[in-house]
C-alpha cells in the first residue's frame, strides 16, 4: 500500500476562499413561501412590506362611549354637559371602530346604565382620548422586515400583524452526511446493553447538530464502506437530492485514498490538504456544480474542519451569518509548542487569578470523547508561530460566556477523577461555580502557585526519607507562601494483575519472581517514589524486576499493558484496573492532599468547595468510586 | 366603571426575587429519559458516567499486519527480519481487534499478496505502533457530562460513543399561554387576502417564541373572552397540563382587572404592578403551586416583562442558564427624560462616529410594529434616574453582534422612507453595512452634526426668502464643517383630502373656502414652513384658514384626521396619503438632500451609499413607492 500524498497543502484562509468563491452562496437556492408561524429562525428572502395598516381604522382604546371630543369642550363639574345616546355618544366596546364623526372614547360614570338615553359628561376630552388611529402601530405599505433578516419571535409577531401569514425566506439547505469506513457501526444499532466491540460511527450525529446550528437541514445516510464503487453509487444517488454533501472520515491520506478518488472523478477536487491541526485531510471539491466536502474522522478534527469550511458554506446558503466568537486575552498554563507552517487549534479551559484569566490546555493523553465537550475556549495558534509561551498573553475565542470565568477556580496540579468529582458537585450546589483544571503533575501545580497562575493545587508526593507526603516539597519550592495542606483523600495504591489473578501474585516480593513480567511508571511519578520506596523497604533489588525498565505515563497506560498481556503485574490505581475489569491488590494508601494559599482559602467560593468535600453526597459519590478512604477529608495536615 | 389601582408596586429586581423565591426550580419538574439523537439543547438531569471503554478492545490504526514489537527489534534493511504469518503476523483490517499476544501493526510492502507464508520486515516498530489501545478515546467508568450541561452536538456524540444511547434529562416545562382579549382576532384565522378590521392577536406567537429560546415547550390556547367565568374555566384546565401559565393581556389596571379577581380567587397574587415602563401592568401569581404570570397586551411592553419574569422562570425549570446580553458604553443621540421611581427600557440603534458609539432612540411616532424589530440595543435607566443625558455615555445592552455596529452608518435628521429603503439595498450590496438612523428633525440632524455625533444628516429646509434649501441653515448651524449637499430625491408635497375628493379641493387657494376644514402641521416642520410660504405667494391671510391652529406633529397623524372626517384637507406627502387611500394634489416638489460631511464622503462605507443610490434597483424601488422624482438624486446642489 502506498500512503496518499496531498495536493499541494493551502492555508485554511486560502483554502476557504478559494472553495466559497466557487459558489455564488446568495443565489444558489430558490427561495421559498412558508407560514409565519413556523417562519421563527428562518431569513427572509426579500423585504416585506405590511398588508395593512394597524389599527386599520379608529378603534376604541377602552369600554365606553364615542364622542367628538367638541361636544365636551365646555363640560365641567359644575355645568355637565348631557350627550344623547345614539345621537352624539355612541356605546363601544374595545377594540372595535368608532363611528364616523367620533373622535374619542370617554369613560363615564353612569355608563353602567346601557338604557339610559343620556350620558353625562363633566370635563373635556381632547381629539384622540382613548382611541387608537390609523395606523398607530403599523402603518400600510411601511417596511416590516429588511431582506436577509432572521426572524425573531418580534419578528413573526411583526409579520403576522402586518398581515403576512405567509413569507418568502431563504431555503434551508440540504446537506446529506455520508459516513465511510467498513469497520464502524452505526450508532443507530447502539441500544443500552452491552456494546459490540467494534468501533461506534458517532460524528454523523455530531456533524448533523452542527448542520443545523449553521442554518441547515440535515440528513444522515448509511455508513459506505471503504471502497470508490460504493460511494460513487451513493454520491451519484445523494447528488439529485442534496444542496451540500459532506463525506465523513473522507480524505484520509492512506487507506481513505479512495475518497479523493471518488470526487476527482466525479467532479473537481479544489483544496486536498489544509495547513491545519487537527483537521488536515480536509477535502474541499464539487459535483455536478454542488459543494462536497471530505472531513476528517476524528472527532476534535471533525469539527474544527466542519467549523472553518462546512459552516460558513452552509450559512452562506441559508442567508444566515455565522457571528465570531467573542475573544479574551488569557494567559497559557504553560509552554504550549507548535508546528511551524501549521494553524493549530488548541482546547482549553479558563478561570480567572488575580488579574489574569489562565488558559490550561486539555491534556492529550486525557480520553478524546469527554474532552469533545470540555473546553471553555480555543487558542489559535498561527502557521507563522513556532507555538505559545507559558504566561505570555493571547487571544482565546470564547466557547462559554464571558461571566463563566469569574465562577471557576483554577486548579492546577495532580489530576484524580474525584477532582471532576468536585466540580460536578461544586457545581451543583452552586451553577455559577466549576473548576477549571489543568494536569500539571505534582511539581507543575506548585510552581504554578508559586507564579500565580492557580488558586489550588494539589499533590501526592511522598518523601521516603522523613515518611511524610507533600510537606518537604513544599518548603522547597514554595517556602514563603503561607498555605494549608488540605487532605481530599487517601487514594488506595496497588497492584494490577489480569481478572482471575492467573500468576497469583500476592506482595510486592512477587515482583521479583522470574515469571512475572511487570510494568513501570515514568520515573518521577508519585507511583513510581512509592514502588521504589517499597522495593526498598522490602530489600528488593529493582534490577531483579523483569520490566522495571518500561515505563508509562499514566496509570491508565498501565493497565492497559497488563489487559492485553503484555505485562502481567504493574502499580496503580483502583479506578485504573476497575476501568479494565483486573484484579487489584492493596498494597499502601497514598495521601492525596490539596494545596491551598491563604488568600484563596479565604475567597468564599473556596469555601463553598470545602462545603462539598464535607458534604454526604460528595462523600458517598467518592466512596462508589471505590478505592478512596476519606476519613480525613478536610483535615489540615499542615500549614505556613 | 372604577379604575383598578396596583397592588404596592415592586421594583423590578425585588418583584423578580420574591416571585422566584415562591418556587424549588430545580426540583420542580421530574427529568425524563430521552433518545441522545434528539437530545440537543437539552440538559443533563444527572452525571452521565462512560457504560464503556473506546476502543473497547486494542484495536488496529490502519490495515496490516498485527505482531508483537518485541520480535521486529533487529530488523535492517540489510537483515531483514522474515515473520509468518499466521503465527507471528496476522492479517488485520483497520478497526478490529489485534490479536492477543500482539502489540503492534506494520504496514509492509509486500502485504499486498495474501497468499504469502511470510512477511518481510525491514525495520523495527515500537510497542502500540499503529494500535488504538483500550480506552484511549474514553476510559469506562469516566465521566463524560456533568449534571446540569446543556447538550451540544459534541455532547450528544460523546454520549453516543459512551455507550448512552439514553440520557436522562432535564424535562422541558409547559407553558400554557393564554390570549385574552374579546375584541381580539386570531391570528390563526388571518389569511392573505383582505384582513378584517378587527385587531388581530399575535402577541401569543411572539411568547411562543420566546418561551422555546428560553427552553419551554409553548402551547398558545383560544382566546379567553374578558370575563372572570370563561378564564377562570380555561386556568382550571390548563392548570392539569401546565407547568406554567401566561395569561396575555392580563393584569391590566381597568377593564383587565378581572384577571386579578381570577387569580386571586383560585390561588394567590403575589405582584401586581411592577415600576418599569413599558411593563408595569405585570402579574406575578400563584395557582395550585404553579406560577402564572400575567403579561401586559402591548408588544413591547410583554417582551420585557416576559424577559424580566418568565423567562427566568422558565430556564430555571429547564435547567438552562440565560446567558446576560453583552453591554457596551454608548453616547445617547440626544437627551432621553424619565420618569423616577420607574425602570425605564428604551430601544436604540447604535452605530459608531469617531471613538464614540452613538445610541439613537427608536422614535416613538414610529409605528410600534416595525420598531420591534429594529433596535441593535437597549438602554435601562434605572428607577433613581431622571433621565439620560445627550452625548454622556451609558451602558447599553447589546441585541446585534458587537461587530455589526462597526459596519453601520449612523444618519441623524429629517427621516423618510426612502432612507429605509436606501438601509435595504446598503445591506443588500453588502450584508456587513447597515444605517443606525434617528429621527432628529432637520434641524437636531445639523447639530448632531456639529457634535459629531452623525456620519450623515437629511434636510429639507427652504427658505422662503432666498428660495433655496437647505444653504442657509447650514451656514448658520455648521459655518466652518466641510461637507457636501448631495440631492436624495425631490419629494411630492401637496394637499392630502379624502377619497374621491367629496369637497373638490384644486388648489391652495381652497383653504381658505369657508367649507372647508384644514389641519396643520406644527410650527418649524418642513411642510409647514412650504405651506406658510405658498398662503403667502398666493397672498392668502392664514387666519382665513379653518383649522390652521389645528397642528399635528407627523404626515400620517395629518392624513388621519383627513381619513377620519375631523379635517377635509391637510398638507403633506404622497406616501401617507396613499398609506390611508387618500387622494393627493400635489403642489410643489420638496428637495431632500443628504448633507455629508467631507469625513464621511470619503468614508468607503459611504462611497458604497452612493453606488446604491446611483443604482437601478434602488431607483426603481422609490419610484415604485411614488411621490418621489429622482432625476437629481446623487447630484452635489452645493458644498463648503
Redesign the interface.
Known sequence: ?KRHTYMQMMSVTEAREIFLSRFELNNMLPPEEIS??VA?GRVTAA?VW??????????AA??GFAVLAASTFWATPEQPKSLAVGEEAFPI?????IP??T?AVI?V?N??NPKADLITVDAPVF?WHNVR?????????????????EI???????L???????VAVRRLPKVIIIPT????ES??N???D??S????E??S??????V??AGGLPEIKAIVPDNITCLTAVLKKALADADVMIINAGSLA??GNYIYRAVAKMGEVVVHGVSMMPGKPTLLGLIGGKPVIGIPDY?ISA?LSFEQFAAPLIAGLAGK?L??R?TLMVHPAQNLPSKPGMTEFIRVTLGRVGDKVIASPLPRGE????S??RPDGLLVVPALSEGLEEDRPVAAELLI?S?DIEGALVFLGSHD?II??L??FL??RD?RLRLSSGHLGNQGGLLSLRQGRAHFSASHLFDPETKTYNTRYILRYLPRLPLKLINLAWRERGLMVAEGNPKNIRTIKDLIRPDVRSVNRQQGAGTRVLLDYLLEKHGLDPSMVQGYEREEKTH??VA?NV????ADVGIGTF?AA???GLDFIPLTPERYDLVVPESTFNDPRFQILLEVMHSQEYQEAVAA?GGYDLKDCGKIFWEQ
Open positions: 500500500m409565519t408561524m421563527r423585504p405590511a398588508r395593512r395598516s394597524l389599527p386599520a381604522t379608529h378603534q377602552v369600554d366596546n374595545t377594540g372595535h371602530t364616523r364623526g373622535d369613560i360614570e355608563s353602567s381629539p388611529r390609523i395606523g398607530d402601530d403599523l402603518v400600510g405599505g411601511e417596511m416590516v422586515l429588511p431582506k436577509g433578516m425573531t419571535p418580534l419578528a413573526q409577531g411583526a403576522l400583524a402586518a398581515g403576512s401569514t405567509r469506513g467498513s469497520e464502524l450508532t443507530a447502539l441500544d443500552g452491552l456494546p466491540d467494534r468501533p461506534s458517532f460524528s450525529v455530531i456533524l448533523a447538530g452542527l443545523t446550528e492512506g487507506t472527532p469539527v451569518r457571528v465570531p467573542p480520553g478524546v470523547i469527554p469533545l465537550v460566556a461571566e477523577n471532576d468529582l466540580d460536578t457545581k451543583r451553577p491508565m497506560a492497559v489487559h492485553s498481556g503484555i479506578s476497575k476501568a479494565l468510586l
